[in-house]
């Protein structure tokens, strides 16, 4: 029988605000972590072996046993995919672009097609790009004169991306080859340069530059350098092609410069940065139209202003705030302004009418449901798109006219083999939080469901950021609702369900709330009989890994299993060390413990890594990525090698280290089913196992 990896114990001291800390795993986190993040294979011995050694374990002890069970569940997802499907094209002058994906085939190709409909034109196909190995792609770009294509990828899953330029008449790569780009870039008007960020050595983008086509990467002009290692800088455009928009920021305060797009001037500040003033611009006509949470506006406003005076003082309020009434976000066209909002936790779109000031709303009836808009390339236009979503309700693409008011129904997600919404209930309830707070939670489960506590339950959470979770349609999540489980999402405070204050009392010094909403969710499933205790599978990834871990910490007895996909859970460690690719612009979220002991006690009291106890925790399944930059894979390294060494049940405890991709995991669209029919078989696997 194979027994579990046990990491060594190394004593590492340091010590902060005369606090001495000691981390037995530290020497888990390679010194050339940086250099690993480019080159894996550069990863110390010692700690290759013990990873590998862990997964080992997992497919010994796990991977054998389920493995026609998780096949079984790859297939079934499989078999929800329509595998040759395309896009809804957009489209831009003469020409309509959409994205098509074939049969068998794990990437998009990007296609586009005269205007009115005619041979499609192949414009990148990523499969052939991709090779054998990870491919992270980092997006597309044609020109203004559809002539050239800028395209990117990561190949090693440490999301430094490099861009190419294609000439769309030949289908092959210009000279121009840009290392280290975060992501890929924006054109200038005339088609002869664009712009993009770069990342340094911590991976953080820093700067801006502009690219000339032909020129060499060194002779790139700097046109944008953020000297705050808190603030990240990513670049855009406005939908009017007029302005390249640059943005620097971190979680909680926001700068933006625009750059004349045709005369490629100088740099414009339009206000200048305040810690907690939130805000991005969009422009029509030379008015700008910012969305701002100026003011105590904390669910954010649209003002306006001119472009040759785009100072605060002279803001104007066009849209005004509305407490509980989040403005999530803006799109300018000619004609109107449309604004996404969210209200009592559902989402619905408002078109505002520049003309007439009138305005249209766009909502559903479902008690839960996702909903999503966007326009395409075009300004001058007075059609929008937007999609639907619920829980048993596939993806409905839908084009509406602003003029005349029709709703174009333009696709709906096909499902190969088979699905009748009406077998499955949708529902949104509340539980109450420690403070009287009322939680949403989203439930979908199979119409034969019986409320009487022995349903097996997967919860999901997250809860930071203020990214809300949305009730979409999920192909993957029926295969568990199939199976008599219900599928369970705690809209927990740190997301913005519930506005801006929702975010606010969940982060920095509320971050608890987090985690004690996540727990009254499990408990008032229980108390309604949806499910049981020891019937709870609890499942986060990143920041909701941490939600995972803390949750480990403080009720272990309520769940059935844990699964923590990159797991966000050494915080206080990670939030001491500055040369971190995330560090200094997640100190607004968290707190700095460099600075302030309050806030390195703070940290302490919850970061799961450092409150694991001697205690019986629950099934656990870790998930890491070698090239990941945002969790670094020590992290959930360290914290499976505590929990062995400390938990005192004989539950299982596993880690796998995807040793060839980073944060979002496998590349492929099979390989990430793969991966989601694995943490699927875990959670059976843990209910069947209690059940018993």
């Not at 705030?321 to 779109?349: S, Y």
């Amino acid at each position: 029988m194979t027994n579990p990896p046990i990491a060594k114990k190394i004593a590492h001291y340091a010590t902060n605000h005369a606090i001495k800390h000691n981390d037995d795993y530290h020497w888990l986190r390679a010194d050339n972590w940086q250099e690993v993040m480019q080159k894996p294979e550069k990863l110390d011995s010692e700690i290759r072996n013990y990873l590998e050694a862990e997964n080992n374990y997992f497919e010994e002890k796990f991977g054998k046993e389920n493995k026609n069970l998780s096949e079984e569940i790859y297939q079934e997802i499989r078999a929800r995919i329509k595998e040759d499907n395309s896009s809804v094209p957009f489209p831009h002058d003469e020409y309509s672009y959409f994205s098509k994906m074939l049969t068998g085939k794990q990437y998009a190709q990007l296609i586009r097609t005269p205007r009115n409909g005619g041979k499609e034109e192949i414009l990148l196909d990523c499969n052939i790009e991709a090779g054998e190995g990870y491919f992270g792609f980092g997006g597309a770009s044609h020109s203004p004169n559809h002539e050239l294509l800028i395209w990117s990828c990561d190949k090693k899953g440490s999301e430094y991306y490099t861009i190419y330029v294609r000439d769309l008449k030949t289908g092959k790569e210009l000279k121009d080859e840009i290392k280290n780009a975060n992501g890929s870039g924006v054109w200038s008007a005339d088609s002869k340069s664009f712009y993009y960020s770069e990342l340094d050595e911590n991976h953080r983008p820093f700067r801006v530059l502009k690219h000339i086509l032909g020129t060499k990467q060194s002779d790139d002009e700097v046109v944008y350098e953020e000297k705050d290692s808190g603030f990240f800088v990513g670049v855009g455009k406005t939908l009017s092609g007029n302005y390249i928009l640059i943005n620097a920021h971190d979680h909680l305060t926001s700068e933006v410069w625009l750059i004349d797009a045709k005369k490629q001037s100088k740099a414009k500040l339009i206000a200048k940065r305040k810690t907690g003033h939130e805000y991005d611009v969009d422009e029509r006509d030379g008015q700008l139209f910012i969305r701002t949470n100026i003011d105590n506006a904390q669910d954010f406003k649209i003002v306006t202003t001119t472009i040759d005076k785009p100072e605060v003082e002279n803001w104007q309020d066009f849209i005004p705030a509305k407490d509980g009434v989040l403005i999530l976000d803006t799109i300018v066209i000619k004609n109107h302004l449309i604004r996404l909002e969210r209200i009592e936790g559902l989402p619905r779109i408002i078109a505002h009418d520049f003309a007439t000031g009138k305005e249209e709303a766009i909502s559903f009836e479902e008690e839960a449901y996702s909903l999503s808009m966007g326009v395409g390339y075009e300004f001058d236009t007075s059609t929008i798109r937007f999609s639907y979503s619920s829980p048993t309700t596939p993806n409905q693409t839908y084009d509406l006219d602003l003029n005349t008011g029709k709703r174009t129904l333009l696709k709906e997600q096909e499902i190969p083999s088979g699905h009748n919404k009406d077998d499955y209930i949708t529902r949104r309830i509340f539980a109450t939080a420690n403070d009287g707070e009322k939680i949403p939670v989203t439930l979908l489960y199979s119409k034969n469901f019986k409320q009487n506590g022995k349903a097996p339950t997967l919860l999901y959470g997250y809860g930071s950021y203020g990214m809300s979770m949305p009730a979409a349609f999920s192909i993957s999540t029926l295969s568990l609702v199939d199976r008599g489980f219900v599928y369970a999402i705690a809209h927990i405070r740190g997301g913005m369900e519930k506005g801006y204050a929702w975010y606010k009392n969940g982060r920095h010094k509320k971050k608890i709330n987090s985690f004690t909403d996540f727990l009254s969710v499990a408990d008032m499933l229980i108390e309604q009989k949806f499910t049981s205790k020891k019937n709870i599978v609890a499942m986060g990834g990143s920041a909701g890994g941490m939600l995972m871990g803390a949750v480990a910490n403080m009720r272990p007895e309520i769940f059935a299993g844990i699964i923590a996909q990159v797991p966000f859970v050494d915080v206080l460690n990670t939030m001491l060390d500055d040369t971190l690719p995330l560090t200094p612009p997640e100190w607004p979220e968290w707190g700095n413990p460099i600075k302030s002991e309050s806030d390195y006690k703070l940290i302490a009291s919850y970061s799961p890594y450092d409150n694991i106890s001697a205690q019986d925790y629950p099934a656990i399944f870790a998930l890491g990525g070698l090239t990941d930059p945002r969790v670094t894979y020590w992290e959930p390294a360290k914290w499976v090698a505590k929990l062995r060494s400390l938990k005192t049940s004989n539950e299982a405890l596993f880690l796998k280290t995807n040793m060839e991709a980073g944060h979002g995991g496998a590349s492929g669209r099979f390989e990430r089913i793969k991966e989601t029919a694995l943490t699927y078989a875990f959670a059976i696997w843990c209910t069947n196992k209690q059940n018993k």
